[in-house]
């Protein structure tokens, strides 16, 4: 009993839990360590640079790869610490021209996005980190930013619509790619914070983008070099003390996620990850800030390397065409919006389409009308909320056409994700033709409505446990349901009280899934909203898994 207790007192002290992910462990660790701040050690508070930035940027990963809103919190904290209600950074000087200040701004760049009142200071603050990476680049001979500036500046040119900047920042690539290909020193913070940078980049750079090849060959001429220099017997490549282990783990086990590099390097990354466990064991709450961020993300990807094995992911499409409601962007042009994979805000799927590329799926959208020519190459295609006139001037209806081609392409293998609305914020009769065609349909009872806004439990789902798609989720949260009928060839999944609530079919070689309502758009799976009683994540984690399979 006296060793149970022991046992119980050190994990409440902060020590890592075997409950979570290695990375997840980490975060709560640090988080619990230092509850008000980041700091570089116990008598020295972090100030704003690089290695609060690369900490933060690892917990906003961890925030959207679990959706505790813990971590989003804790980023906010800290970044209102700093960041002025009109702009100003406490303790940044421009004339500084200190590039170490430039990574923190990923975060700023991430609150601009998200749905949050009052959010123009970060925009400021932004701007500001901007103008200094513009001014202090754009004239220098031979000269060259520090890796870290460049995923900020390639973020900050997607944002703001400038692509010319992207320009400039493949010319400063270029520029240390030859430095580091005449003199790279494989154990030098420098060159890994080069590479990471470089594959955080990508992320940035549009698909069809002339020079998207062109960097993706960086990575490919550093992966052997990298393995090279790994130590066979321990997998690290310096020093336990030193984070350069982690940043290779994360360039090769993130570039080789996304296809950028062979698979095999997975392995040599996997290799590199254990060794670094091994050699820092009982070790973490010691470790930099600079370290444990780093370590985080590594070990971030290596858990998403881990999921992907028991997948086969492939092309996830998600309609454009029935859904297409537009606003005005973050630069005053008219954008599509609601439950699109580019919206960060609470009404678009991007966290959705981020857990689909951590688990190697490659996300499109389907602007056009369904076809045997754009469904071809799909493994998914997920269409939500087709518009009334009330939502778009112009709504795309679904037809008998574009059934006949759906149904088809199902029956040849594909996976089919339907998601209604509520009846007044739906066209749901034209949508019931298509369902109807695998044996599902909405009916006109709306379920789960909350009055008042307040009381979620209202709009509570319980799943019961042995569910062949939610594996691992209890209850979720999804309020103003539209309900299902089913009929062979379809059957009822889960059920509230009498009433269905989602529906399964399997027609030829494919599958569908349909619920009556959006349900996993960004609001209701960051944890910002509901209360972590409410897996909606893990469901969304679940749902992924079964369409990737």
Request: proline content about 5%; aromatic content about 12%; hydrophobic content about 40%.
């Amino acid at each position: 009993m006296k060793n149970l207790l022991l046992i119980f007192l050190l994990l409440a002290g902060g020590m890592l839990t075997a409950q979570q992910p290695y990375p997840v462990q980490l975060a709560d660790a640090y988080m619990k360590r230092n509850p008000d701040s980041i700091r570089v050690s116990e008598t020295k508070a972090a100030r704003w640079g690089y290695d609060q930035g690369i900490l933060l940027k690892a917990l906003e990963r961890v925030w959207v790869t679990t959706g505790d809103a813990r971590y989003f919190n804790y980023i906010k904290k800290e970044a209102d610490l700093y960041v002025k209600a009109d702009g100003r950074i406490t303790g940044y000087v421009y004339d500084h021209f200190n590039v170490d200040n430039i990574p923190s701004g990923r975060l700023l760049l991430m609150l601009y996005q998200v749905s949050l009142p009052q959010k123009e200071k970060y925009k400021k603050a932004a701007d500001l980190l901007w103008t200094q990476v513009n001014n202090q680049f754009s004239s220098q001979d031979g000269g060259y930013p520090g890796g870290g500036t460049l995923p900020f500046s390639a973020e900050y040119s997607r944002i703001f619509d400038r692509p010319e900047y992207l320009d400039r920042i493949f010319e400063q690539i270029d520029q240390i790619e030859k430095i580091h290909k005449t003199r790279g020193h494989f154990k030098d913070p420098a060159v890994g914070g080069y590479a990471m940078a470089l594959v955080d980049v990508l992320d940035y750079v549009p698909a069809d983008h002339p020079k998207r090849e062109h960097l993706i060959s960086y990575l490919q001429r550093l992966a052997p070099e990298i393995v090279h220099y790994q130590e066979r017997r321990s997998g690290l490549w310096d020093a336990p003390e030193s984070d350069i282990s982690c940043m290779w783990v994360y360039t090769l086990a993130k570039a080789a996620g996304r296809g950028y590099i062979p698979a095999k390097y997975l392995e040599n990354a996997r290799k590199g990850y254990n060794g670094i466990r091994k050699a820092i064991r009982s070790k973490e709450s010691t470790l930099s800030v600079a370290y444990t961020g780093t370590l985080i993300l590594a070990g971030l990807e290596m858990e998403a390397a881990d999921e992907r094995q028991v997948l086969k992911p492939g092309t996830v499409a998600l309609d454009y065409y029935f859904n297409r409601e537009f606003r005005k962007d973050l630069n005053g042009n008219t954008e599509q919006f609601h439950y699109t994979w580019e919206d960060r805000m609470h009404s678009g799927f991007w966290i959705w389409g981020q857990v689909f590329q951590d688990l190697g799926a490659r996300t499109i959208a389907i602007k056009e009308a369904p076809s045997a020519e754009n469904l071809k190459d799909a493994q998914a295609y997920i269409i939500v909320d087709p518009d009334t006139p009330k939502e778009t001037a112009e709504p795309n209806y679904i037809g008998a056409e574009h059934i006949k081609t759906i149904r088809e392409w199902v029956e040849n293998g594909g996976t089919l994700v339907l998601l209604a609305n509520d009846t007044s914020n739906c066209e749901i009769p034209r949508f019931n033709e298509l369902a109807g065609a695998f044996g599902i349909r909405f009916t006109h009872k709306n379920i789960n409505y909350i009055p008042g806004g307040k009381d979620f439990e209202l709009a509570a789902v319980n799943i019961e446990p042995g569910n062949e798609i939610f594996k691992n989720t209890r209850k979720v949260y999804a309020k103003e349901i539209v309900t299902l009928e089913v009929s062979e060839p379809a059957r009822a999944l889960v059920k509230k009280g009498e009433d269905i609530v989602m529906a399964v079919s399997a027609v030829g070689k494919g599958r569908v899934f349909v619920i009556g309502d959006p349900w996993l758009y960004n609001e209701y799976v960051d944890g910002r909203i509901i209360g972590p009683e409410y897996q909606n994540m893990q469901a969304l984690r679940d749902l992924s898994h079964w369409i990737l399979k």
